[in-house]
């Protein structure tokens, strides 16, 4: 496993659009299916630590493996999300997917992997999904990750418990509008660990006093998630 970016490090956070790398950030996390091993190897040039987002508990259309997830392991539509549809994440050939997915991001030089909704079985996806299953899921493809050289992100998971499990498995956090939903408390057996929260809000105001005060990684953008507009603490 590599380096694990600091606490309260600077990040930003593209998934919308072409790269840019004019933010002066130093974590970058960026589609892991887009992102080229050149833009990796210009932000690493200029010091950055590099994340490559991919789905983990969803399905998205248009990705380069999107026809090899069995129809069997296809569940419901995600609200909000065109095209997009939950995963069975109990399936076999889900898992192995989705770890291949860690192998195109070591190819590009990746120093870390997040994988989107890692905490389904709190939702409506058609499948009779419980806890420990996510626990299992989310184990597996932080070993995966691992495997290969890289950290791993938890993302989203609002469930205390479930945090307590894993914060001992994974190296970092990425938690959407905890802020707006007053989540961030549940964020600090990261922060005791000695292990990076990262967050993003798209409609609060930065709370950058209580942001510092717990050492999370704080920005403002748009849903969209381009690289512009951006704020940070």
């Known amino acids: 496993m590599g380096a694990v970016p600091l606490l309260g490090a600077t990040w930003q956070y593209q998934l919308g659009d072409a790269t840019s790398t004019n933010v ?4 970058y996390d960026l589609d892991g299916f887009t992102v080229t091993a050149a833009t990796v190897a210009s932000l690493h040039s200029m010091g950055r630590y590099v994340i490559c987002y991919f789905e983990g ?3 998205a259309p248009g990705r380069p493996d999107t026809a090899q997830f069995p129809a069997a392991s296809i569940g419901k539509a995600i609200a909000g999300w065109p095209g997009e549809r939950y995963l069975d994440i109990r399936n076999p050939t889900v898992r192995g997917l989705l770890a291949a997915r860690a192998r195109v991001a070591k190819s590009k030089n990746c120093d870390g992997v997040e994988y989107d909704y890692m905490d389904s079985y709190q939702d409506d996806t058609g499948f009779p999904l419980t806890g420990d ?3 299992r899921f989310d184990t597996y493809l ?3 990750v691992h495997a290969v050289g890289m950290t791993v992100g938890l993302k989203n ?10 914060v ?9 509008q905890c802020y707006e939903y007053r989540e961030c408390s549940m964020l600090l057996p990261f922060v005791a660990a000695g292990k990076p929260v990262f967050v993003v809000e798209y409609n609060v105001s930065l709370n950058c006093t209580d942001a510092r005060a717990n050492r999370f990684s704080l920005i403002h953008k748009n849903v969209s998630l381009g ?3 951006y704020q940070t603490c």
């Open 133 to 135: 299953d996510e626990i």
């Open 142 to 144: 932080a070993s995966a």
């Open 57 to 59: 508990g969803d399905l």
């Open 227 to 229: 690289a512009q507009p």
């Open 157 to 166: 998971d609002r469930d205390a418990a479930q945090i307590a499990s894993l």
């Open 168 to 176: 001992r498995v994974v190296d970092w956090t990425v938690q959407e």
């Open 24 to 27: 002066s950030a130093s974590v």
